[in-house]
């Protein structure tokens, strides 16, 4: 398409960067491990802050509001707490693999971060296969979720476990096929080249990609209404329940950075990154992953939870065929009009989505206006 | 390209490093005995709302989802096709198009017979 350009060469990239930027190995090194792990620590308070106090807004209560102005602090107070609590290990359990589960599921999601730019050229590392690394680190922690259930010997915790990996083998299929599509329009995959290329938003260009990714998203990191493998309701707490102490505090703050980061794959992929105007670059980056994050809270307190059978029939039957049905419609696109108009193919787009998914739902109707997937 | 491979590699270090020391952390405040240690045997028995767990936990066990399993393992594998096929398509063209349409036609026929065959109800 004429909106997407070809991507640009490390060397023009480069020269982008401000001239005292310290270029040597280890300085960039430093710079960038201390940023992500404080940028983490403290995108997940903010998370855990606007999480508690937009639910609580949303249900007409008022959520904590006593530590700090606004409950600012609530998130420091709460991980004051929960260091001085004493460490229960279970009796019967795998002691080794109780232990080790949390760092298997923190250092993956924390891995990710490497990846993602904050400004133009401000990344970590920028590798020329980016996406692919994070699809392929972020399956990682799903190990751990499962050594979590195991090691517990707790039967709650091992449905739990083995209801997250069906739940993440399932909606992976969707989420990288809806990846492929994007990648049809920039022609790399490195994540600085993705957002780059977004001369407009690719959420306006691929509006059924972006549904399929932030649904898939939504149920690949166990956010409600697809938390099944933590329904509080059923299975107490899930893979975590016999967790106390830092192990437990680890096993939130993962689930939290994973909330993080499928915020800031969906803003790299679909949002148009760091771009913006008058703002600077980071400070667009942090707006946008929380207005993504405001949305699932949004989607959190308005949707009631799923079934289990509902959650694998809408990755299977729903998802991935619309998702391959976007991959094909994009490579036509690209191929019969390529000088095409960006804001006719944006109505376009639109169109078919709206007719695809109408369509495709029309496969799932009882009668009644019922729905069964 | 090296270089950035050099810095995933530190950056695993780290955060391993970081998540171990973090778990560490409490370890070393019980020893200054800021964190209570107290097991017993019922605190540390397992939870089950109440009740007595009965029996084992790590028995045999229906995971339901062998089916899905195998899906995924031939899906994925058409995906690591995908994705240097999307790359590259401006250049390849049409005829890199259609021959990347016959080869998931090809999957998407075992696909609708998976679906045919019940093999995506969660039973």
């Known amino acids: 398409m004429a909106i997407v350009d070809s991507a640009p060469t490390a060397l023009g990239r480069l020269e982008t960067l401000p001239s005292d930027w310290p270029v040597g190995f280890w300085s960039h090194w430093g710079v960038f491990t201390v940023v992500i792990i404080a940028f983490v620590l403290l ?13 609580g807004r949303m249900q007409a209560r008022l959520g904590p509001n006593r530590a700090g102005p606004f409950g600012l602090l609530q998130p420091v107070a709460d991980a004051i707490k929960v260091l001085l609590k004493e ?6 359990g795998d002691k080794i693999v109780h232990w080790l589960a949390p760092v298997v599921v923190f250092a993956p999601t924390l891995m990710i971060f490497a990846v993602v730019p904050f400004s133009d050229g401000a990344l970590l590392a920028d590798l020329n296969v980016g996406i692919l690394y994070v699809v392929a680190i972020s399956s990682i922690s799903a190990l751990g979720v499962f050594m979590a259930g195991w090691a517990s010997s707790n039967k709650y915790s091992l449905v739990g476990a083995m209801r997250n990996i069906a739940a993440v083998v399932s909606y992976e299929i969707p989420l990288v096929v809806a990846i492929a599509s994007v990648v049809l329009l920039t022609g790399s995959l490195s994540m600085n080249d993705i957002v780059l290329a977004q001369h407009i938003p690719f959420i306006l260009l691929q509006p059924l990609g972006f549904l399929i990714f932030f649904i898939s998203g939504c149920a690949e990191i166990n956010r409600s209404p697809f938390d099944l493998m933590e329904a509080d309701s059923e299975l107490v707490a899930g893979f975590h329940i016999e967790y106390s102490g830092m192990r437990f505090a680890m096993f939130y703050l993962a689930e939290y950075s994973e909330a993080v980061i499928i915020s800031a794959i969906i803003t790299t992929l679909f949002l148009g990154g760091w771009r913006g ?12 992953v929380f207005i993504v994050f405001f949305v699932m809270v949004w989607t959190r307190t308005t949707l009631p939870r799923v079934r289990i059978d509902q959650l694998m029939a809408l990755a299977w039957k729903f998802l991935f065929p ?6 094909f419609i994009t490579g036509i696109e690209l191929l019969t009009w390529p000088e095409a108009l960006p804001w006719v193919m944006i109505l376009v787009n639109i169109a078919i989505t709206a007719v695809l998914v109408l369509l495709w739902s029309k496969f799932f109707k009882l009668g009644w206006g019922r729905v069964e997937v | 390209m090296l270089t950035n491979y050099g810095y995933i590699g530190l950056f695993l270090v780290v955060a391993i490093v970081f998540t171990v020391s973090t778990l560490l952390l409490p370890v070393t405040l019980r020893f200054l005995k800021i964190i209570p240690h107290k097991p017993s045997p019922i605190k ?4 089950e709302c109440g009740m007595e767990t009965i029996g084992k936990t790590w028995v045999q066990f229906n995971f339901r989802y062998y089916f899905y399993a195998l899906m995924f393992l031939v899906i994925d594998v058409m995906v690591v096709f995908l994705y240097p096929w999307a ?12 021959g990347m349409f016959i080869f998931i036609f090809i999957i998407v026929i075992g696909y609708i017979y998976a679906w045919r065959k019940k093999v995506l109800e969660w039973k």
Do not use: H
Not at chain 2, 87 to 98: A, P
């Open chain 1, 87 to 92: 460490n229960i290990t279970p009796a019967q």
């Open chain 1, 322 to 327: 619309l998702a391959l049905i976007n991959l």
């Open chain 2, 44 to 47: 540390s028995s397992t939870f």
């Open chain 1, 43 to 55: 995108m997940v308070m903010g998370f855990i802050w606007l999480e508690r106090r937009g639910m």
């Open chain 1, 277 to 288: 105007p008058v703002l600077p670059p980071w400070l667009w980056f942090i707006v946008k």
């Open chain 2, 87 to 98: 790359v590259d398509l401006k250049q390849l063209g049409r005829f890199g198009f259609i």
